[in-house]
């Protein structure tokens, strides 16, 4: 049985799960920004893919937290602590959707082909062909990929803060080490 200081089990795989995907679209993302030539190419050719799945699971997970909530938090922690773990989940959920909208609209705009799997799937474009548009969306993108990025380093930060300084139970109520907790 599930303690309620912890998360479910399909939550705990869901969020590992997409924070490796996200680490790994982060580093992509870098590296495509800053490398030319035919390493470009293939790093696009994971990035689309990359971006989508990251989309179906944020969509998954999202339904998931619906159906069971996570594990409330110490009631000794003060209300900005509790309001800044809630607005940043809200924003982290908000920033694993809108990234990938923003980028498949960014290659609609642009009047790109966008391929999951060779160019045997293509999504259908969410915009029509706008250069202007897919100039914004562009810029959009980069923006939000660091503001991702902000979140994810403050949300380990946090995570580290709770297991290693404060050592309660909300890091462990996300890792296996919860269930060890309860046996």
């Avoid at 982290?92 to 705009?109: E, H, K, N, R, T």
Wanted: aromatic share 10%; no cysteine.
């Amino acid at each position: 049985m599930i303690n309620a200081k912890s998360f479910s089990l399909p939550s705990r795989i869901l969020h590992w799960l997409m924070a490796v995907m996200i680490l790994i679209m982060l580093f992509i993302g870098v590296f495509m920004a800053s490398t030319a030539g035919p390493n470009y190419h293939r790093l696009v050719t994971l990035h689309r893919p990359l971006g989508i799945a990251i989309l179906v699971l944020a969509l998954v997970r999202l339904a998931n937290r619906l159906r069971s909530p996570p594990p409330a938090l110490p009631e000794e922690f003060p209300p900005i602590m509790k309001f800044g773990a809630k607005a940043s989940h809200v924003l982290l959920y908000a920033l694993m959707i809108a990234m990938p909208f923003v980028g498949w609209g960014m290659l609609s705009a642009g009047g790109y082909p966008i391929p999951l799997w060779g160019q045997s799937v293509l999504l259908p474009p969410i915009l029509p062909h706008d250069p202007a548009l897919w100039a914004a969306l562009r810029s959009a993108h980069t923006v939000l990929a660091f503001l991702l990025f902000g979140m994810v380093l403050l949300h380990v930060g946090a995570a580290l803060f709770h297991g290693l300084i404060r050592e309660d139970a909300v890091l462990r109520s996300m890792t296996w080490q919860a269930k060890a907790d309860r046996e």
